[in-house]
């Protein structure tokens, strides 16, 4: 429908990831927790449940291609699924560095724009390093409207069901509102005389 509108994906692609948390308890008729949700550790906190990874166009912040995996999967792995292959550029967080091979099998024109790890050393950070990730933050941030929107916005913070492939569906639904949702001035605009 959006493409049908004049709403394309463009030539680059914004990668990232986010944590939608499941019930730990283990008071329900089978006496177990979700078989098909895993644990993981952010920082200091663990979360148990599933991860929703996206795809989103770098100019209009839409999402094209989204996958969903226990919360244990790395970033890394679900990413030639994430990838539509014409891309000329692809953002992504720290998580994705190191993965130029990866991107290149998918996307042999793409350019890799991921962040770098920027470590302290000796207590100073590398200031070169940190200007770049810098710049390329501002166009990756696109990505983290899409979770607004879906998790904040809409409430998608937490599992509805049992499962990954019920909860895939709910979040492919979720995702595809969303891009409707964000693009709603534009397709208005059209509509209007």
Do not use: C
Request: charged share 30%; proline share 3%.
């Amino acid at each position: 429908m959006l493409q049908a509108k004049g709403v394309k994906v463009g030539k680059g692609t914004i990668v990232d990831a986010t944590i939608i948390g499941a019930p730990s308890s283990t008071k329900n008729a089978d006496k177990a927790r979700d078989p098909e949700m895993h644990q993981t550790k952010k920082g200091q906190q663990w979360y148990f449940g599933m991860k929703l990874h996206i795809g989103v166009d770098s100019k209009t912040g839409l999402t094209h291609s989204a996958v969903v995996t226990a919360a244990n999967v790395h970033d890394k792995h679900p990413l030639p699924d994430l990838l539509h292959g014409d891309e000329q550029r692809v953002y992504g967080d720290s998580a994705y560095s190191g993965q130029r091979e990866l991107i290149q099998s998918k996307a042999p024109k793409a350019k890799d724009l991921t962040n770098e790890r920027v470590r302290r050393r000796g207590g100073e950070v590398d200031e070169a390093k940190w200007a770049r990730n810098h710049e390329k933050s501002k166009i990756r941030a696109r990505v983290e409207h899409v979770f607004g929107v879906v998790k904040r916005l809409w409430g998608f913070s937490k599992t509805r069901y049992r499962g990954l492939a019920k909860n895939a569906t709910r979040a492919f639904t979720a995702l595809a509102l969303a891009n409707i949702f964000m693009s709603r001035t534009r397709l208005m605009a059209r509509v209007r005389p």
